[in-house]
T-cell receptor
Framework: GNSVTQMEGPVTLSEEAFLTINCTYT??????LFWYVQYPGEGLQLLLK?????DKGSNKGFEATYRKETTSFHLEKGSVQVSDSAVYFC?????????????????FGQGTILTVHP | GAGVSQSPSNKVTEKGKDVELRCDPI?????LYWYRQSLGQGLEFLIY????????KSGLPSDRFSAERTGGSVSTLTIQRTQQEDSAVYLC?????????????FGPGTRLTVL
């Protein structure tokens, strides 16, 4: 089956520190990869995505590169801010196989809680 | 513009009662998904609707769970004879089409507590 494994949290950093949250996946087909973020008191929202190998997704200073050879999609940010404190979810969605059904349902990792202190 | 809305935002019920959760997707989105977020299981897929096609019910945990989507828009998730393990946040999401390329937009969720 399909699965996503994220680095264990919680992660606690000081402002301006470098962030890495590891994410690896297994998939029965060819996936798109996503990072979703859930800020305190808010709904889940897309942070960035990559739909094919070697693509780099980026948004709000966050980056992640789709590495097919290592089945990974690690999230990085060079300098975190207090406002980045949130729960981060790595997820995948399969592309359709030839003659198959395209439905885009997401398989999520367990989430990583990030807390950034001033 | 309006996002995905869900109602109620909170629901407390007694074990054995039936509950209905409602989702209003973004207008024009043909794909609608239900997920469940719980401490023990994380975020898990429940059911998917795409246009007039038969729904993908592969994630429903038991036959006590059902969902429908009327007129290709509003969806209702029904849980019959609720159990304490059904306590979770139920999230609805919609996307323009149901593919691996499209962003899913999530509603704020319904927090269900079964006493």
């Amino acid at each position: 089956g399909n699965s996503v494994t994220q680095m264990e949290g919680p992660v606690t950093l000081s402002e301006e520190a470098f962030l890495t949250i590891n994410c690896t996946y297994t998939a029965t087909g060819y996936p798109s990869l996503f990072w979703y973020v859930q800020y305190p008191g808010e709904g889940l929202q897309l942070l960035l995505k990559a739909t094919k190998a070697d693509d780099k997704g980026s948004n709000k200073g966050f980056e992640a590169t789709y590495r097919k050879e290592t089945t990974s999609f690690h999230l990085e940010k060079g300098s975190v801010q207090v406002s980045d404190s949130a729960v981060y979810f790595c997820a995948l969605s399969l592309h359709p196989n030839a003659g198959g059904t395209s439905y885009g349902k997401l398989t999520f990792g367990q989430g990583t809680i990030l807390t950034v202190h001033p | 513009g309006a996002g995905v809305s869900q109602s109620p935002s909170n629901k407390v019920t007694e074990k054995g009662k039936d509950v209905e959760l409602r989702c209003d997707p973004i207008s024009g989105h043909t794909a609608l998904y239900w997920y469940r977020q719980s401490l023990g299981q994380g975020l898990e897929f429940l059911i998917y609707f795409q246009g007039n096609s038969a729904p993908d019910k592969s994630g429903l945990p038991s036959d006590r769970f059902s969902a429908e989507r009327t007129g290709g828009s509003v969806s209702t998730l029904t849980i019959q004879r609720t159990q304490q393990e059904d306590s979770a946040v139920y999230l609805c999401a919609s996307s323009f089409t149901g593919t691996a390329y499209n962003e899913q937009f999530f509603g704020p969720g319904t927090r269900l507590t079964v006493l």
